[in-house]
């Protein structure tokens, strides 16, 4: 049986995929070809050694910002894959109608990472900081569905970020066009919070099954507890009716007193994503395996937070033939270090936590072939990080 790739020995973290255990993985052709206890390697082009590693399908990141060089948010998705497992980048609504032919041109085409995205309800996409539905002119929903048509192969979604800054003054009206546009084209719709208004009452009326709620930990004033800490009440109904709940770490969305809570009360996310962006990898954000990480040390095992960085994100975008080890799915492999040791994490608002274990990205396999990171990107002049989170 002959194989391009073969990797060896390490231990197959794969709950979707029911894969768990010291398992071999064989590629060919960019394809999952086989998973067992071991594989014949003698006729193998390569062999990859992951003895005492951890070896998981290519993480995928379900709220990202990858359109460099063209909004305020973008980052370039190849440098940070080749270093961080995550081979499957959703970017979350940073391009609107008018900027997603260019997306899918100059972004998803030439990246050796698998780019899908969010269109943003907003025609102008996250260009700038914010305000991007402030003017409800650019809620051209005719357009918008033209253009998901014309992209259904990159586009699983529609965004709405929905807070005081990017709403202002025009209240729940965009994110009832995301409702009527996601309703039209048949996708869900994934909707931020953050800063009141318009309160969460209001925001969770227009949510429905399969939608995704992102920065579903946050602690700004719009959260998901209540003054005394208990999860609201219509929050629990949604998330019950099938409402998927997204961290999207980032800058801004990332609370220990939020996390620490709901893990107490038995209540994970759905979905660990990081919101990675010039701003949130500069920390406390940094990448996909610190934000693994800080779940690991919260007290989560290890399988269940690989499963809320591959089957279940996968599942949320109607994807659930991506971010596994079963054969036949596409050859997208994460190998880890489990290290431990004393570690300090921190959430957006610096509070420390200590921990003492990290997974540490050491290979990145996207169909079939490892990535080189290429020389990291310079961040673009306005990336400044909040006075807060500037390290001194
Ligand atoms: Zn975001």
């Known amino acids: 049986m002959h194989f391009d790739l073969v990797i060896r020995g390490g231990e197959v973290v794969d709950p979707g995929g029911g894969l768990l255990g010291k398992l071999d993985i064989g590629i060919r052709a960019g394809v999952i070809a086989a998973v067992d206890p071991t594989l014949p390697t003698q006729e193998a082009g390569a062999t990859l050694d992951a003895t005492g590693r951890i070896v998981t399908p290519g993480l995928l990141d379900l709220h990202t910002h990858v359109y460099w060089g063209a ?17 499957t980048w959703i970017d979350a609504g940073t391009a609107g109608s008018y900027s997603f032919p260019g997306f899918r041109r100059f972004v998803a085409e030439p990246s050796q990472a698998r780019v899908l995205a969010f269109l943003n309800v907003s025609s102008i996409g996250l260009t700038a900081r914010t305000y991007e539905l402030a003017n409800l002119d650019y809620c051209d929903l005719v357009l918008a569905r033209r253009i998901v048509d014309a992209n259904r ?33 048949g996708l869900p719709m994934m909707v931020h919070i953050g800063k009141l208004p318009p309160p969460l009452e209001d925001i969770f009326t227009l ?9 579903c930990f946050t ?14 009440d219509f929050v629990r109904r949604a998330w ?9 770490h980032g800058t801004g969305s990332f609370s ?58 996968a599942r949320a975008v109607g994807r659930p033939d991506l971010a596994t080890l079963k054969p ?32 540490v990205s050491r290979a990145t396999i996207r169909a079939g072939k490892p990535m080189a990171p290429p020389p990291p990107q310079p961040l673009a002049p306005w990336a400044e990080l909040p006075e807060l989170q500037r390290k001194k």
Do not use: C
Request: aromatic share 6%; proline share 7%; hydrophobic share 40%.
């Open 71 to 87: 909004s305020y948010w973008g980052i370039e998705p190849d440098p940070v894959a080749a270093v961080t497992g995550v081979t």
């Open 153 to 185: 192969d990159l586009i699983v979604g529609i965004k709405a970020r929905i807070d005081a800054n990017t709403t202002r003054g025009v209240g729940l009206e965009p994110m009832r066009l995301a409702r009527k546009l996601a309703d039209r084209v």
């Open 207 to 215: 949510l429905r099954p399969g939608d995704i709620l992102t920065h």
């Open 219 to 232: 602690g700004q004033d719009n959260r998901i507890l209540d003054p005394d800490g208990q999860l609201k």
């Open 240 to 248: 019950d009716g099938g409402v998927v709940m997204d961290v999207g």
């Open 256 to 313: 220990y007193e939020v996390a620490e809570r709901m893990l107490a009360a038995g209540m994970p996310p759905d979905v660990i994503s990081t919101d990675a962006h010039q701003l949130s990898i500069q920390g406390p954000m940094f990448d996909m395996p610190t934000t693994l990480s800080k779940f690991l040390n919260l007290g989560m095992s290890l399988p269940e937070v690989i499963d809320r960085a591959t089957a279940r994100p």
């Open 328 to 359: 036949g799915a596409p050859a997208d492999v994460a190998v880890f270090d489990l290290e431990e040791g004393a570690y300090t994490f921190h959430d957006v608002f610096m509070n420390a936590r200590s921990g003492t274990v990290r997974l």
